[in-house]
């Protein structure tokens, strides 16, 4: 069964800092996702990551794979206030579109 | 605003009964997928439909059943609920079938069952 593990579960880190989650795997994919959910909101999505090796950036994240290892990291440069929220990245076994998440991680950004 | 709308916001209901939650996908997507969020079980994908056609199956319970109709809207029925049903639940759509495109979520209907 595909299991996804994130961490930390928390993460509290100060404006300016630098800072990476990680997302471990069990079972062969080259397909994983990243997503960010705001309190009481829905989900938005970051990156898409589709082959070993791949490198995706977007402003202060930047979210890579390594499908040998089974795992992907989401590293948060020079973090600012508006990135507190909760990421999950999330794994598709490419069986049935099977897509399972992590439990997230809860980001707060502190002044 | 991703595109992705759903009704109803929110649901009070009690054990034992049958609601229906309504997704509409954003123009020109066909694919629907259904996602359960709790406490208990965290993010959980449900169900995908693609242009009409269930086209894959994840934790879905036996007492749920989804459709996509003809105007690619779909719908998740829930029945026999039970206060464990209690989530939030999303629908998301993608223009295709495959798993190599992005996700756009709707707002979610968050159901409590009393």
């Known amino acids: 069964e595909l299991k996804v593990e994130q961490n930390p579960l928390f993460l509290s880190m100060q404006e300016g800092k630098n800072y990476t989650i990680y997302c471990n795997y069990s079972?062969?994919?080259?397909?994983l996702y990243w997503y960010r959910q705001d309190p009481g909101k829905s989900l938005e999505s970051l990156f898409v990551l589709l082959s070993n090796g791949a490198v995706k950036q977007e402003g202060r994240l930047m979210a890579s794979l390594d499908t040998k290892a089974r795992l992907s990291t989401l590293h948060i440069t020079a973090a600012v206030h508006d990135l507190s929220a909760t990421y999950f990245c999330a794994v598709d076994r490419g069986v049935n579109n099977d897509m399972r998440f992590g439990a997230g991680t809860r980001l707060t950004v502190k002044p | 605003d991703s595109g992705v709308t759903q009704t109803p916001k929110h649901l009070i209901t009690a054990t034992g009964q049958r609601v229906t939650l309504r997704c509409s996908p954003r123009?020109?997507?066909?694919?629907v997928y259904w996602y359960q969020q709790s406490l208990d079980q965290g993010l959980q994908f449900l169900i995908q439909y693609y242009n009409g056609e269930e086209r894959a199956k994840g934790n879905i319970l036996e007492r749920f059943s989804a459709q996509q109709f003809p105007d690619l809207h779909s719908e998740l029925n829930l029945s026999s609920l039970e206060l464990g049903d209690s989530a939030l639940y999303f629908c998301a759509s993608s223009p295709f079938a495959g798993d190599l495109y992005e996700q756009y979520f709707g707002p979610g209907t968050r159901l409590t069952v009393t």
């Open positions: 123009s020109g997507d066909l694919s």
């Open positions: 079972t062969t994919s080259d397909r």
